[in-house]
C-alpha cells in the first residue's frame, strides 16, 4: 500500500487541527468477502485559508488475497469532497445490504452509497447529513427503533481556519498548559482545546427514504454546552433499552452520557469514560 501518504498539516504542528486526523475504516465493499481498507486523508491548512477545500485525497484499497491490496480510489469514486478527514464510519444506511461509508471532516461531511458496481456515489446533499463543522467520530444506531440506522455526529472545536490561534497566544490555553497561554514548560506550543469553543454535535434520524431529518435540538443531543468530541460510539448498557450514544471528551471529567428512547432524551453525566482527565484548575 504504498500509494498512501498520509497528510496532517505541517512538521511543526503551529495549530491544533494538524494533530488530529486520520481514520480508517475496514469496509467489504465489494461484497467478496475480504476486508478493504479505507484510510481517510488530512490536508494542508494554507488551502483552507485560502478559502478552498484541500487536493488531498482519501484512499480505497481492495484487498485480492494473499495479504495483497490494490488501489482502487479514483475507480471506485472514493477519493472524498477534497476537505480535511478526521473520521470514517461504516453503515448500510440505505438497508440494501451493502456497506456504505460516512467520512467526517473539518469542513462538510460525506456520505458515499455504495451503488453495488464497486463504486461509490456522493449521497450528503440527498441524505442531508453534511455537517460543515470540525467532525470527529461518528456513530450509527437505530435509535427510534424503525428498523433503520441514524447518526450521530461529535463535532469537537469551532475554529475559523481564517482566524487560528497563534502558537504562544496569550489568549487561550493549551493541552498541558497552566492557564498562562498556549505554551508549555515556557515554550509555546499550539493552542487548544482548552481555551477554544467546543463545537456542538448533530443527530440525523433516518427517514427510510434515503433522506434524514436533522433531530440534533429536539432530540436533546447538540451539545448545546460545547463540550469538545472526538469520538463517539453506542452501547447498550442496559437490556431491553435503546442504545445510547456515547461522545468521549478529552479534558473533561464528565462525559456526556445520553439516553434515547423514541427520541426522549435524558442528559446524565457519568464521571468514566476511556482516556479522561481531569481539567487542572
Ligand atoms: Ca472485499
Ligand atoms: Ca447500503
Ligand atoms: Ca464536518
Ligand atoms: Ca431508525
Known sequence: MGGFRLISGDREKRYIVEANSAGVCVIDYDSDDRPDLYFVNGGHLESFRQGSPSRVRHALFR????????????AAGAGGNGYWGMGCSVTDYD???LPDLYVTSYGPNQLLRNQGDGTFADATEHAG???PRWSTGSAWSDVDLDGDLDLFVAN?????PANLPEPGSPAY???GGSGLGCKYMGLPVMCGPRGLKGAGDSFFVNQG???????????GLDDAEGYFGLGALFVNLRRGRPARPVRGQRLDAQPLLQELGQRDVRGTRAS???GLQRPRS
Open 63 to 74: 484487498n485480492v488475497g494473499e495479504r495483497r491490496f490494490e488501489e482502487v480510489t479514483e
Open 95 to 97: 438497508s440494501d445490504g
Open 129 to 131: 447529513v453534511s455537517d
Open 156 to 160: 469537537y472545536i469551532e475554529l475559523d
Open 173 to 175: 490555553g493549551s493541552m
Open 209 to 219: 427514504d434515503g433522506t434524514f431529518e436533522q433531530s440534533s435540538r429536539t432530540s
Open 272 to 274: 468514566f469514560g476511556p
